[in-house]
């Protein structure tokens, strides 16, 4: 099955929510920095507008993700937007308000929405056959990784051509056009009958290792946004080139998530997809760290961005691997939550190195702070797989543990096999539970 087949009008409806949504998201830290630079210790107080946009995401995407409904998500996903949108444009009428004020309407503006990618993604995957999954998944990362590298020139060309307020503002109505979207989608995703009352709180922590895995993969991301600039400066090269470089590591994963799509299988288990894919991007940013020359970083940077979306492809399909349908949705959300906490720890991580080492050092540290992760997070998700003897499916077979195989031949989380219906559309099969009298 080749892209063309997820050019179908749910898919592209969902698009422009999953872009409407995920633009604001992209364009918050910049735009806070911006939107108070001018006042008397503007970029230290931008900087902690950003931080406590951040923490509300890391805080907002566990507690409401847990709490959506996997039948009936649509009002909660359009709250939390409505909150979210309310903390953007509160922030761009009211920027000369007390910074107390201002943090408490960055926090809302980064908790409302947080559940919102978790829901999204839960939500694509129920718009495709379950052999285009993984593929799903792949243009979902492209869509995002493009998102990012726009964002950066957008907030800066309105915040200085039209004035600090217009991103925030933008934001707000990007996130109300995303809320109205949502009505063209389906009201839920599909959730197994035993799990009708079951809480998902015993599953979602069992997949911890996943989520370190996920935070793993994000500390090598902050150490090259963060560090490259003081790198940059440490050899001598133009710390403007600090943007084109960066813009160069997003192209890599777009184009890295693109090629993983292809495939519908790839060899090996997805945890030992991960580790290798992991530490192939560590390795890339090692090579940052003791590269000297402008073309040499960038290459390195191309090829740790090609890897990396493939590593956060493959720990997206591996919590469709180890948790219930009803529960993927919130599990999502905690990856969300896992890597943000990756990026911040890495920040600051990186933030006290640099005062004491030089920036070639901070950058080996993190790396090896990810290796370490890593491994521990490998450790955890092989005994998982033991445990739940989900280890065995791989690449996008994996992705469908816990659904119907396409050959009938049971599924891949022990369960008994289960018969296969195709819905009215031909596209979406559903689960046929066979009722013992």
Not at 92 to 111: C, D, E, I, R, S
Not at 384 to 397: C, D, V
């Amino acid at each position: 099955m080749s892209y063309r087949a997820l050019v179908t009008r749910p898919v592209l409806a969902w698009s422009v929510v999953a872009v409407a949504s995920r633009l604001p998201v992209a364009m918050a830290p910049l735009a806070l920095v911006f939107l108070v630079r001018e006042r008397p210790g503007g970029y230290p107080l931008g900087a902690v507008l950003a931080a406590a946009y951040v923490i509300g995401g890391i805080i907002g995407a566990p507690v409401l993700g847990i709490r959506l409904d996997a039948r009936r998500a649509r009002p909660q996903l359009v709250a939390g937007l409505a909150v979210g949108a309310a903390g953007f444009v509160g922030l761009g009428f009211v920027p000369g308000a007390h910074p107390v004020v201002l943090a408490a309407l960055a926090m809302a503006a980064g908790t409302g929405p947080a559940a919102l990618p978790g829901g999204l993604r839960a939500l694509l995957t129920g718009l495709v056959p379950e052999r285009a999954v993984t593929r799903a998944m792949s243009m979902e990362s492209v869509l995002t990784f493009a998102v990012w590298a726009v964002a950066p020139a957008l907030t800066t060309g309105l915040a200085l051509g039209a004035g600090p307020a217009a991103p925030l503002l933008l934001q707000g109505a990007l996130l109300g056009g995303a809320a109205a979207g949502l009505r063209m989608l389906p009201a839920g995703w599909q959730q197994d009958a035993e799990e009708d009352g079951a809480s998902p709180r015993g599953a979602l922590l069992r997949a911890w290792p996943v989520y370190v895995l996920g935070a793993a993969g994000l500390t090598l991301l902050a150490l090259a946004e963060l560090v490259l600039p003081a790198l940059l400066e440490q050899r001598g090269i133009d710390v403007g080139r600090a943007g084109p470089l960066l813009a160069g590591f997003s192209a890599g994963a777009a184009v890295g998530a693109f090629g993983y799509g292809l495939r519908e299988r790839w060899p090996g288990p997805l945890v030992a997809q991960s580790l290798a894919l992991v530490l192939g991007v560590a390795s890339g940013v090692a090579l940052v760290a003791v590269l000297s020359g402008t073309v040499a970083i960038a290459v390195a940077l191309v090829a740790a961005g090609l890897l990396q979306a493939p590593a956060s492809l493959t720990r997206n399909l591996a919590l469709r691997q180890v948790l219930p349908p009803g529960a993927l949705a919130a599990g999502y959300a905690l990856m969300y939550a896992a890597v943000g906490a990756g990026y911040a720890l890495s920040g600051v991580l990186a933030g006290g190195l640099l005062a004491v080492v030089a920036p070639s050092t901070a950058i080996l540290c993190g790396v090896g702070l990810t290796v370490l992760l890593t491994l521990v997070g490998a450790v955890g998700e092989r005994r998982l797989a033991r445990r739940s003897g989900a280890g065995a499916p791989s690449g996008a077979a994996g992705a469908g543990a816990g659904h119907a195989r396409e050959d009938g031949g049971g599924t891949g989380d022990g369960r008994a096999p289960r018969s296969v219906r195709r819905a009215p559309d031909g596209q979406t099969e559903l689960p046929v539970r066979k009722v013992r009298r």
